[in-house]
């Protein structure tokens, strides 16, 4: 059964860091790449970033460039978004998603398999 799984996420104070992880089981990420979404209460989602399936390229939305970092270990199984200068505007449930191609796309409607996502909340 393939499955991504996130974690990482938690109440953090403005100004702090984060690191999620989208972790893989029954498949291997070497051929996908990952996006990273998120959705806060009563807004649409949003794309975060994304990343090719070899780690070589990424994309970051505007509002998360600079602060955050997408990476992956594909020896792992996992793909890392690595959240710094945390923001209250950041808050949201991130969900990680994975479609089988090398380029990374931000438009959520492309990926195949989605996470249950993990909540983040900056907050003092």
């Known amino acids: 059964q393939l499955q991504l799984v996130e974690s990482g996420g938690g109440l953090v104070q403005p100004g702090g860091s984060l690191r999620l992880s989208c972790a893989a089981s029954?498949?291997?990420?070497?051929?996908?790449?990952i996006g990273w979404f998120r959705q806060a209460p009563g807004k649409e989602r949003e794309r975060v970033s994304c990343?090719?399936?070899?780690?070589?390229?990424?994309?970051?939305?505007?509002?998360?460039?600079?602060r955050f970092t997408i990476s992956r270990d594909n020896a792992k199984n996992t793909v890392y978004l690595q959240m710094n200068s945390l923001k209250p505007e950041d808050t949201a449930v991130y969900n990680c998603a994975a479609v089988r191609r090398y380029f990374c796309?931000?438009?959520?409607?492309?990926?195949?398999?989605w996470g249950q996502g993990t909540q983040v909340t900056v907050s003092s």
């Open positions: 796309v931000m438009q959520y409607a492309s990926y195949n398999y």
């Open positions: 029954g498949f291997t990420l070497d051929y996908y790449s």
């Open positions: 990343i090719s399936s070899s780690g070589g390229s990424t994309n970051y939305a505007d509002s998360v460039k600079g």
